[in-house]
């Protein structure tokens, strides 16, 4: 995670004070949860509420000394409260406090990939009923196939985009929960209605049964669809980097005045954002193994996921946030080259309608195979001479015998059901 590659909001949720200030949020709700049971004085908890606060360069240097980072968080509070402080964290272990902020964290930074999510599917929606109509070619293992529209490549992003913000949806609520059960998750010094108390009051759930942490099955799915994000925003990126390629060149990023595309080379225009965000998606994707790797700890807890959460947390949420931030704003401004689509679309002389000439064949009585045979034979020779075009080679084919050839020479036909998959792509408010 570096400033280059992160928005402010998002890096936020991740600084010392922010995770400082949830920890003394998470503590102050305890003490609140405590005196209701009668373990805390009201006058002690009074104290506690008014005074309590942290000084993050004093808890940096307490942590030299004693090599924990809440027991110095727990001291430095302690500074400021006094005697009272006695009732801070009673009953309690670290990764109650670590536990249930890390949901806090990842549940905002998931909140924020929602909300960039919305950015990315609106920004396909306009563009695919924007494009909804401009024919172009298909290309299958990158060779031509049959002629689509420029719109259902958008509406099909738009689809992955929308299952992606269902499952993020989902996980969210996964990890939303809280921990606060003692040092081995039974309760053993604290009663469950602290737990109960402060997960309600932060909105969260009570995690059903943790060992000394909460369960990292649960961070490992949430940061698992973080992956598959990423892999849906390297998928349009790669769609727009081939477009943008010189010999098709159908669509191309905006090149803003005054941009440079090479020190070298003065005429280029590269798809740069869209090769970055291919590199950001791999950051993302890096992340993954080592939170697999955090769901087996030993026994009741050990401390190797910690280094991985400190490190790999703030990276993918904040590096993901950022690119569907990029993506959105390229999706808007990708420019459209009408005439080179029609170009392309002409390329091959006929050669992306030989299905439709094989079942008219069929359909006038020749055999499946003796249908393919004639026309590979014409399309094969189109292959290697291009004097003449796959039309004219079916056309002058003496094996061809049903009138009527050029009907079959007609993109509008392969369109006839575009209405049918955007109406089921799109809700009647989404395309008004």
Wanted: one cysteine or more; proline letters at 3%; glycine letters at 4%.
């Amino acid at each position: 995670m570096i400033p280059r590659y992160s928005r402010e909001v998002a890096a936020s949720i991740w600084r010392d004070d922010t995770r400082f200030s949830l920890w003394l949020e998470i503590e102050l709700l305890a003490c609140e949860a405590q005196a209701r049971l009668g373990n805390i004085p009201q006058e002690s908890l009074s104290v506690i509420l008014e005074k309590a606060a942290f000084d993050i360069e004093r808890i940096g240097f307490i942590e030299k000394e004693v090599k924990h980072d809440v027991i110095a968080f727990l001291t430095s509070v302690a500074e400021f409260v006094g005697p009272d402080a006695r009732y801070i964290h009673m009953g309690m272990t670290s990764s109650d406090v670590v536990d249930t902020a890390f949901s806090l964290q990842l549940r905002r930074a998931g909140t924020l990939l929602l909300e960039g999510l919305d950015k990315v599917t609106e920004a396909l929606r306009e563009r695919a009923l924007e494009h909804k109509n401009t024919i172009c070619v298909a290309r299958t293992h990158g060779i031509h196939a049959e002629p689509i529209t420029l719109g259902l490549k958008f509406a099909r992003f738009y689809q992955e985009f929308k299952r992606n913000r269902l499952r993020l949806s989902q996980v969210i609520k996964e990890i939303s929960v809280c921990k606060i059960s003692g040092a081995v998750g039974q309760f053993g010094n604290i009663d469950p209605f602290v737990q109960e108390y402060v997960a309600e009051k932060l909105g969260l759930e009570p995690e059903p049964l943790a060992t000394q942490v909460i369960p990292r099955d649960r961070y490992a799915v949430f940061f698992s669809t973080l992956a598959l994000i990423a892999s849906s925003i390297e998928n349009v990126a790669t769609e727009i980097r081939h477009l943008q390629r010189s010999e098709v060149l159908e669509c191309s990023e905006y090149f803003s005045p005054g941009q440079k595309g090479s020190s070298a080379m003065p005429h280029k225009k590269n798809p740069i954002l869209s090769e970055n965000l291919t590199g950001l998606a791999r950051i993302v994707r890096s992340t993954v193994i080592p939170f697999l790797e955090n769901v087996s700890l030993w026994h009741e807890r050990d401390i190797s996921h910690s280094s991985v959460e400190r490190v790999c947390a703030p990276m993918a949420c904040v590096t993901l946030d950022f690119a569907l931030e990029r993506l959105s704003t390229v999706i808007r401004e990708l420019v459209v080259f009408e005439k080179n689509i029609e170009k392309n679309l002409n390329l091959l002389g006929g050669l992306i309608f030989s299905q439709k000439v094989l079942l008219a064949l069929i359909e006038s009585g020749k055999t499946r195979e003796e249908a393919y045979h004639i026309v590979q034979e014409n399309a094969m020779k189109s292959w290697n001479d291009t004097s003449t075009s796959f039309v004219e080679n079916i056309k002058m084919d003496k094996r061809v015998t049903f009138q009527e050839v050029d009907k079959l020479f007609c993109y509008e036909s392969y369109l006839r059901h575009l209405d049918y998959i955007f109406e089921h792509v799109f809700s009647a408010s989404e395309v008004s």
